[in-house]
């Protein structure tokens, strides 16, 4: 008697359910793993910042390790990573303070100038006079000093609760300390054991998934090790293009707001977005037009970032299809705020390679 086999309908019925099936554990197991992250978050926090640090400095240890000891190797990547941020704090530091106490001297100015320039607007537009010759009345006072007092009026010193803000500030500094302490300490641990954690985790895998995991480590390494440092460098470059904008269009602050726009350059999508604002708004305290050209600026800086910079330090992007970084982004920010926007596509990116391989490589199937 012939065993009939199953026909291609069949199989592939059979194989999108067991894709199916492993895209739903796939995401029972992702949601389970950024609630126990929330749990634990304040110590997450100082984890990240060690890893990173690890990656970032992970290439000059390898460079050094080939003349010396590892321990040394370390132990002189760090005192010079050390001295960088120290002359950071030091330099650039005191000169953003320095500019952030001025604009708060200079804003009744800066606002005095902006309801000048909104006053011209609207007494000058024409579409606003149109249409109200159009309906036969006023529909916007011509003013709009009114309307800027009562927005300034409307933050009330004398109602804050000093105590509770008193402590909320405190709060913030311990816990802002902690993490500049225990993230490079950590930090430390990890460039000078990397090896030995890494052997120590294989030991305890099972002998048939030790070749599995080698694997997938790899590819972790690799995939967040290229995110971070092309990440970091590339806020550096748009951060120093942002600054020279600024200078070379006279708008006040522009060591400050470049800082701001690279940093926030480091926050994927809509991190770009968020740090032209500031620096359009100061634009716009001087004159539309500033404001306008910072936009333009920025957006042509952007354009650089995107198509010769990312490309080049980057080498290959992350590799993760965009609707899943806007996911990401959305419940990384929703989850952890700022630091949820910063580890959502890495993290996005590692539980892609992990998927491609066991679902599509080890399958043998074309990615």
């Given at each position: 008697m012939?065993?009939?086999k199953p026909?291609?309908g069949?199989?592939?019925i ?6 199916s099936?492993?895209v739903?554990?796939f ?6 793993f ?7 978050k304040i110590?997450?926090i ?5 890893i990173?640090?690890?990656y ?6 390898i460079?050094l390790?080939?003349?010396m000891r590892?321990?040394?190797?370390v132990?002189?990547t760090y005192?010079?990573f ?8 030091f330099?650039?530091i005191p000169i953003?303070i320095d500019q ?11 606002m ?5 320039i909104?006053n011209?607007?609207l ?5 606003i006079?149109?249409?109200e010759n159009?309906i036969?009345?006023?529909i ?8 800027i007092?009562?927005f300034?009026?409307s933050i009330n010193l004398?109602?804050?609760d000093?105590?509770?803000?008193a402590?909320t ?6 816990n802002t300390?902690l993490?500049?302490i ?13 090896d030995?954690?890494k ?7 099972p002998?048939r998934f030790?070749?599995q ?8 390494n690799?995939?967040a090790?290229r995110y971070?440092?092309?990440?970091i460098?590339v806020?550096i470059?748009v ?7 600024l200078?070379?269009?006279?708008v ?7 800082s701001i ?8 999508l809509l991190?770009p977005?968020?740090g032209a604002?500031p ?6 305290f001087?004159?539309?037009?500033k404001?306008l ?5 920025f957006?042509a800086?952007?354009?650089i970032d995107?198509y010769?910079?990312?490309p080049?330090i980057m080498?290959?992007q992350?590799?993760v299809h965009?609707?899943?970084i806007?996911?990401?982004?959305m419940a990384g920010?929703a989850l952890?705020?700022?630091?949820g926007?910063?580890i959502?596509?890495?993290t ?7 998927l ?5 490589e080890?399958?043998k199937?074309?990615?």
């Amino acid at each position: 008697m012939r065993i009939r086999k199953p026909s291609n309908g069949i199989k592939t019925i059979k194989n999108i359910g067991i894709f199916s099936w492993s895209v739903i554990g796939f995401l029972l197991i992702a949601a389970l793993f950024f609630y126990i992250i929330y749990l634990i978050k304040i110590a997450i926090i100082p984890l990240i910042l060690a890893i990173a640090i690890a990656y970032l400095l992970t290439p000059i240890v390898i460079l050094l390790q080939k003349k010396m000891r590892r321990v040394f190797a370390v132990t002189i990547t760090y005192i010079i990573f050390t001295g960088i941020i120290f002359t950071i704090f030091f330099f650039i530091i005191p000169i953003i303070i320095d500019q952030f106490r001025t604009f708060m001297d200079k804003f009744p100015a800066y606002m005095e100038n902006l309801t000048r320039i909104i006053n011209d607007f609207l007494q000058n537009s024409v579409l606003i006079k149109n249409t109200e010759n159009l309906i036969g009345k006023e529909i916007i006072p011509r003013d709009a000093s009114g309307i800027i007092q009562y927005f300034i009026s409307s933050i009330n010193l004398e109602e804050i609760d000093i105590f509770r803000r008193a402590t909320t500030v405190g709060m913030l500094v311990f816990n802002t300390a902690l993490y500049l302490i225990v993230g490079p300490l950590l930090g430390i641990y990890i460039l000078n054991y990397t090896d030995k954690i890494k052997t120590t985790f294989i030991k305890i895998i099972p002998k048939r998934f030790k070749n599995q995991t080698t694997i997938i480590l790899e590819r972790i390494n690799k995939v967040a090790g290229r995110y971070v440092r092309g990440q970091i460098l590339v806020s550096i470059i748009v951060g120093i293009l942002c600054t020279i904008v600024l200078l070379v269009l006279k708008v006040d602050f522009a060591i400050l707001l470049g800082s701001i726009a690279g940093l926030l350059n480091m926050i994927p999508l809509l991190g770009p977005i968020i740090g032209a604002i500031p620096a359009a708004l100061t634009a716009l305290f001087i004159s539309p037009l500033k404001a306008l050209l910072v936009i333009l600026l920025f957006i042509a800086v952007q354009q650089i970032d995107n198509y010769i910079i990312s490309p080049n330090i980057m080498k290959y992007q992350v590799g993760v299809h965009p609707g899943i970084i806007i996911f990401s982004l959305m419940a990384g920010g929703a989850l952890f705020g700022i630091w949820g926007l910063l580890i959502a596509v890495p993290t996005v990116a590692i539980l892609q390679e992990i998927l491609r391989y066991y679902l599509l490589e080890k399958n043998k199937i074309a990615s």
